[in-house]
T-cell receptor, first 115, second 114 residues
């Protein structure tokens, strides 16, 4: 079975600070990796995804993530955060080998950006 | 991207009753998923609902408690049966865009069981 760990449950940063949110997964096969964001009062939205190829993926709103296979990690980064980045961030995985398509989510990180 | 609507958006129910949640998509999709997000927790997959076949339930979820219907490629329902306060959660419908292997989520149904 898959599992996803997000180490930071609450993060508070000031505007313009750099951001890195950790995500590690546990699974014996190949995976697809995702970061979702949920802004206050809104739906879950996809920030970025990794299927294969270049392990550094770029998403919307200036976010990027790096897949490090040896570390089973897929950390989310942004060089300079804005107040509007305040949201809940979820890392998720699913089996890329044609198995179960449903997503396994981490517990989420609540990010607060102070002006 | 797919646009998903859910009804109701929220409800408060009494213990022992059942609630059916509807999920409508604006395009035809093969794969639909139901998730639960308990207070302060992450999202947990309940089941996968493919049109024309029985829903596939994840460990810890059973059909008697969470019956699912999938009558066509744009619609699904999830029923939460014989509810208890532990069923208080947000229930989310999701669809998979096969072309892009992305999952899109609905707005969720916030259920409170008294």
């Amino acid at each position: 079975a898959q599992s996803v760990s997000q180490h930071n449950h609450h993060v508070i940063l000031s505007e313009a600070a750099s951001l890195e949110l950790g995500c590690n997964y546990s699974y014996g096969g190949t995976v697809n990796l995702f970061w979702y964001v949920q802004y206050p009062g809104q739906h879950l939205q996809l920030l970025l995804k990794y299927f294969s190829g270049d392990p550094l993926v770029k998403g919307i709103k200036g976010f990027e993530a790096e897949f490090i296979k040896s570390k089973f990690s897929f950390n989310l980064r942004k060089p300079s955060v804005q107040w509007s980045d305040t949201a809940e961030y979820f890392c998720a995985v699913n089996d890329s080998g044609g198995g179960a398509d449903g997503l396994t989510f981490g517990k989420g990180t609540h990010l607060i950006i102070q002006p | 991207s797919a646009v998903i609507s859910q009804k109701p958006s929220r409800d408060i129910c009494q213990r022992g009753t059942s609630l059916t949640i509807q999920c409508q998509v604006d395009s035809q999709v093969t794969m639909m998923f139901w998730y639960r997000q308990q207070p302060g927790q992450s999202l947990t997959l309940i089941a996968t609902a493919n049109q024309g076949s029985e829903a596939t339930y994840e460990s810890g979820f059973v059909i008697d408690k969470f019956p699912i219907s999938r009558p066509n490629l744009t619609f699904s329902t999830l029923t939460v049966s014989n509810m208890s306060p532990e069923d208080s959660s947000i229930y989310l419908c999701s669809v998979r865009d096969r072309d892009y292997n992305e999952q899109f989520f609905g707005p969720g149904t916030r259920l409170t069981v008294l």
